[in-house]
């Protein structure tokens, strides 16, 4: 799952994920907004998940957390009890209510590595989108929580073709910045134009030159 926008979650999560044939999944670079009414998170993960990357990504009101990963067994990323760590949620922004959490269930998941995330409801966690009331989930200048701030995950471009330009940004869409075009086309030739040559002759009045009265 990579270059994704997900929202108006009124069903179940964005994504759901099974151990066995969903093993080794990637959620890359997404941008989640809200939740189910009925049911927080926007990602849940289903009894055993290993070699799961779920990295770049913004999540923006998901409720209480971002995952659900206390479904069936809370040791997510293992075969058996000797095997390290496989699954792994790093460098996601997660803003949302107050006391939201990257995942539900944290201090067992010991067979899944949290690393790099940003999470809160300050305003130091909001990504700043463009104009979410009217769904334009683009970043803006201000949204320095997400620009640059993704890891190289072998992606070459967004949702929207745009290429990323050194680090990539969190979630679906990389900013650019304002483009400002310059049109530099000549002017046209001027048509249809008339000249008008008007010739004034100026009128002389109540000038009188040596009117030739004596005393």
Same mark, same amino acid.
């Given at each position: 799952?990579?270059?994704?926008?997900?929202?108006?979650?009124?069903?179940?999560?964005?994504?759901?994920?099974?151990?066995?044939?969903?093993?080794?999944?990637?959620?890359?670079?997404?941008?989640?907004?809200?939740?189910?009414?009925?049911?927080?998170?926007?990602?849940?993960?289903?009894?055993?998940?290993?070699?799961?990357?779920?990295?770049?990504?913004?999540?923006? !009101? @998901?409720?209480?957390?971002? /995952?659900? %990963? =206390?479904?069936? +067994?809370?040791?997510? $990323?293992?075969?058996?009890? &000797? !095997? @390290?760590?496989?699954?792994? /949620?790093? %460098? =996601?922004?997660? +803003?949302?209510?107050? $006391?939201?959490?990257?995942? &539900?269930?944290?201090?067992?998941?010991?067979?899944?590595?949290?690393?790099?995330?940003?999470?809160?409801?300050?305003?130091?966690? &909001?990504?700043?989108?463009?104009?979410?009331?009217?769904?334009?989930?683009?970043?803006?200048?201000?949204?320095?929580?997400?620009?640059?701030?993704?890891?190289?995950?072998?992606?070459?471009?967004?949702?929207?073709?745009?290429?990323?330009?050194?680090?990539?940004?969190?979630?679906?869409?990389?900013?650019?910045?304002?483009?400002?075009?310059?049109?530099?086309?000549?002017?046209?030739?001027?048509?249809?134009?008339?000249?008008?040559?008007?010739?004034?002759?100026?009128?002389?009045?109540?000038?009188?030159?040596?009117?030739?009265?004596?005393?």
């Amino acid at each position: 799952f990579q270059n994704n926008l997900f929202y108006d979650i009124q069903t179940g999560w964005a994504i759901q994920t099974q151990s066995g044939p969903t093993a080794g999944t990637s959620i890359l670079n997404n941008t989640f907004i809200g939740h189910n009414p009925q049911r927080d998170g926007q990602i849940i993960l289903w009894r055993h998940q290993n070699n799961v990357v779920i990295e770049n990504n913004i999540s923006y !009101n @998901p409720g209480a957390y971002f /995952i659900n %990963n =206390n479904i069936g +067994y809370s040791y997510q $990323g293992r075969d058996s009890i &000797n !095997n @390290p760590p496989r699954n792994i /949620i790093r %460098n =996601n922004l997660v +803003y949302g209510q107050s $006391g939201v959490r990257i995942a &539900n269930y944290i201090i067992e998941a010991i067979y899944t590595i949290f690393t790099n995330n940003i999470v809160g409801s300050t305003s130091a966690e &909001n990504p700043l989108f463009v104009n979410p009331n009217n769904y334009d989930f683009h970043l803006t200048s201000n949204s320095l929580v997400a620009i640059d701030k993704g890891n190289n995950v072998g992606l070459s471009s967004d949702l929207e073709g745009k290429q990323y330009i050194g680090a990539p940004d969190l979630g679906t869409y990389e900013y650019q910045g304002s483009v400002i075009t310059t049109d530099i086309t000549p002017p046209s030739s001027p048509q249809n134009l008339r000249i008008i040559t008007d010739t004034i002759v100026p009128t002389v009045s109540n000038i009188i030159i040596n009117p030739g009265f004596e005393s």
